[in-house]
């Protein structure tokens, strides 16, 4: 099927994982596969959706770019236009993905905002693997163990004038769509979260700054809020980690509390929102993060 006109394209970024999987094909090697999926927004639409296996002495970006160029022509025909920004986290991997993707016009970020992959990922790990024959019973990596990096001072021109930890109910967080928000990040929520659970966050004020603050921040691909002793941090991109702020002992404690609760009882919903001031009705910015454990 051919698209006939632009109304009927749907837009969306690709997440992408170029990786081996916990299979071992008939040649006695282990499988790879391309995993491709568009990232979710808050239309319900389901997200487009690509795989395909490579064969293990064929892992290179030749191949990938092949594999690649195929997929922009299923998307196409499914009514999908060509994705600005591909994100992919797996450090081996992002010389040979950036090379495919560069060669065919697509921009490449290294970034760990891949929840609707992850959660495919994951999908796939527990449903579809272990049927299959040659399935190696075990864990497997999303992502491999990373090594942390000492967390980065915000810089002095990015901070603001004020910021706290605080939280909104997921009836709230449901009604972000309809917010006037200049940059954001929003993802859909499942319905099986209840409307009455706190999801924590961080909220930042600035008067004269919060517009560039939210630039800032949109190119940062944040990830994830944690709480380190009494340190509040931000992960954002691959493998970047920002001190927000140190924390009284016990309001560390609680913020961690609460960010725990959260990934047991709302998929790891979190959010960042970015003001002039706490009365303004207006965001400069606003993002979900998701903490989905070891990603």
């Excluded at 980690?241 to 979190?270: H, I, Y």
Aim: aromatic share 8%; glycine share 6%.
């Amino acid at each position: 099927m051919t698209v006939k006109n632009a109304e009927q394209t749907n837009q969306a970024d690709w997440e992408l994982d170029f990786y081996s999987r916990p299979v071992i094909e008939a040649d006695g090697k282990k499988r790879w596969e391309l995993l491709i999926s568009s990232t979710e927004n808050l239309s319900g639409k389901e997200p487009f959706r690509w795989e395909k296996k490579c064969p293990a002495n064929e892992v290179n970006s030749i191949w990938l770019s092949k594999a690649l160029k195929e997929a922009l022509k299923d998307a196409q025909s499914q009514g999908w236009g060509k994705p600005k920004i591909v994100r992919c986290w797996r450090a081996p991997m992002k010389t040979m993905i950036k090379k495919a993707a560069e060669s065919l016009g697509l921009e490449v970020k290294e970034s760990r905002r891949t929840y609707s992959l992850l959660d495919w990922l994951a999908h796939r790990e527990k449903e579809v693997y272990p049927l299959q024959s040659g399935y190696l019973n075990g864990p497997i990596a999303p992502p491999p163990a990373r090594i942390l990096n000492q967390p980065t001072p915000l810089p002095e021109a990015i901070r603001g004038d004020a910021l706290s930890f605080a939280s909104l109910e997921v009836r709230s967080l449901r009604e972000a769509r309809e917010w006037p928000i200049e940059f954001q990040g929003l993802l859909p929520i499942a319905p099986s979260i209840e409307e009455n659970i706190s999801i924590p966050g961080l909220r930042l004020f600035s008067k004269n700054r919060a517009f560039a603050l939210s630039a800032w921040l949109s190119g940062l691909e944040p990830v994830k809020l944690i709480v380190e002793k009494n340190q509040l941090i931000l992960e954002a991109g691959q493998e970047d980690r920002w001190l927000v702020t140190d924390m009284p002992q016990a309001s560390a404690d609680n913020a961690k509390k609460e960010l725990s609760n959260s990934r047991e009882n709302a998929n790891g919903l979190q959010f960042i929102s970015i003001q002039t001031s706490p009365n303004e009705q207006k965001f400069s910015g606003f993002w979900m993060l998701r903490d989905l454990g070891e990603n």
